[in-house]
């Protein structure tokens, strides 16, 4: 079974400072695929970046990027010079190939509330 | 381009109800898979379909069942409706036909499910 572990609940940032949310995951799986997503009041869950287990680079998207340690099954977000509209809920989700083909449902953690301040 | 659409975007019942909720996919996609997010948690997968038929499902009870149009819409229906099931209700699609790591999951706004 796969599990995802987000360990802060809130964090509260300074505007353009940089930030780190955390997230570990647990699997038997060699192969398998971590994700960020974001989710305003709205409700609506924005993808933001992805790393694949066999990927060798850190993801990057923009100002997004993706601390891959595979050793200590850690897979950081890290948001570079936040903004005001960075605050919301961020969510770190895994998947793995399925047997039959394509790909298994997302498996998520309980995700982080981050409020940046002005 | 547009995104993925659900209806309605919220929703009043009473317990023992049965509520259908409704998915458009994203503009070529053709899997869709739904999730259930209770207050204050992560979304918890319940099915996904592709080709009309249901290919996964996760642990959830068979009040929960599905069904996918061959215009890749999709809905959920939900029987016997409990106070427990009240709860945001997203959609997801995704392409198939490449790798699977490239079946990322593009979300709908949600449906939010009130049950009294």
């Known amino acids: 079974a796969q599990k995802i572990t987000q360990t802060q609940p809130g964090m509260f940032v300074q505007e353009k400072e940089a930030v780190t949310l955390d997230c570990t995951y647990d699997?038997?799986?060699?192969?398998?695929?971590l994700f960020w997503y974001k989710q305003p009041s709205s409700g609506e869950m924005i993808f933001l970046i992805y790393?694949?287990?066999?990927?060798?680079q850190n993801a990057t998207e923009g100002r997004y990027s993706l601390n891959f340690q595979k050793a200590r099954k850690s897979a950081n977000l890290v948001i570079s010079a936040s903004q005001l509209g960075d605050s919301a809920m961020y969510f770190c989700a895994m998947r793995r190939p399925y047997s039959g083909g394509g790909a298994d449902g997302l498996t998520f953690g309980k995700g982080t509330h981050l409020i940046i301040q002005p | 381009d547009a995104g993925v659409t659900q209806s309605p975007t919220h929703l009043i019942k009473t317990r023992g109800q049965q509520v259908t909720l409704r998915c458009s996919p994203k503009?070529?996609?053709?899997?869709v898979s739904w999730y259930q997010q209770a207050l204050g948690q992560g979304p918890q997968f319940i099915f996904q379909y592709y080709e009309e038929e249901e290919r996964q499902r996760g642990n959830f009870p068979d009040r929960f069942s599905g069904h996918q149009f061959p215009n890749y819409s999709s809905e959920l229906n939900v029987n016997a409706l409990l106070l427990g099931d009240s709860a945001l209700y997203l959609c997801?699609?995704?392409?198939?036909?490449?790798?699977?790591?490239?079946?990322?999951?593009?979300f709908g706004p949600g449906t939010r499910l009130l049950v009294l």
């Open positions: 997801a699609s995704s392409p198939s036909g490449g790798p699977w790591y490239q079946e990322t999951q593009y």
């Open positions: 503009s070529g996609h053709d899997t």
């Open positions: 699997t038997s799986d060699q192969s398998y695929g």
């Open positions: 790393q694949g287990s066999y990927d060798e």
